[in-house]
């Protein structure tokens, strides 16, 4: 079973910034497609951006420019790098690959 982890959240002001991790218990990083969603209190889930094997990336509008998701094979951990942060990406941040889910961290972002 693998297991995914998140950490990185906090709170911080509007314009700042935050880096958040999401570490594999196994290696499936590498040969699967990892994607980062969110969800905003009171919202549904939302896809934030995915990497692929092969390293393309793909951003929702909303974040494009202010985002950028990373892959570190070697220690079966992606990355999401976001700045420029607006109170709107207030939201617990969660970590996909396959059919598993990390539980979620939380970045607060105020004005």
């Known amino acids: 079973q693998v297991q995914l982890v998140e950490s990185g959240g906090g709170l911080v002001q509007a314009g700042g910034s935050l880096r958040l991790s999401c570490a594999a218990s196994?290696?499936?990083?590498?040969?699967?497609?990892v994607g980062w969603y969110r969800q905003a209190p009171g919202k549904q889930r939302e896809l934030v951006t995915t990497i692929s094997p092969g390293g393309n990336t793909h951003y929702v509008d909303s974040v494009k420019g202010r985002f950028t998701i990373s892959r570190d094979n070697a220690k079966n951990t992606v990355y999401l790098q976001m700045n420029s942060l607006k109170p709107e990406d207030t939201a617990v941040y969660y970590c996909n690959c396959m059919y598993y889910w990390g539980k979620g961290t939380l970045a607060t972002v105020s004005s």
């Open positions: 196994g290696k499936i990083f590498s040969i699967n497609l």
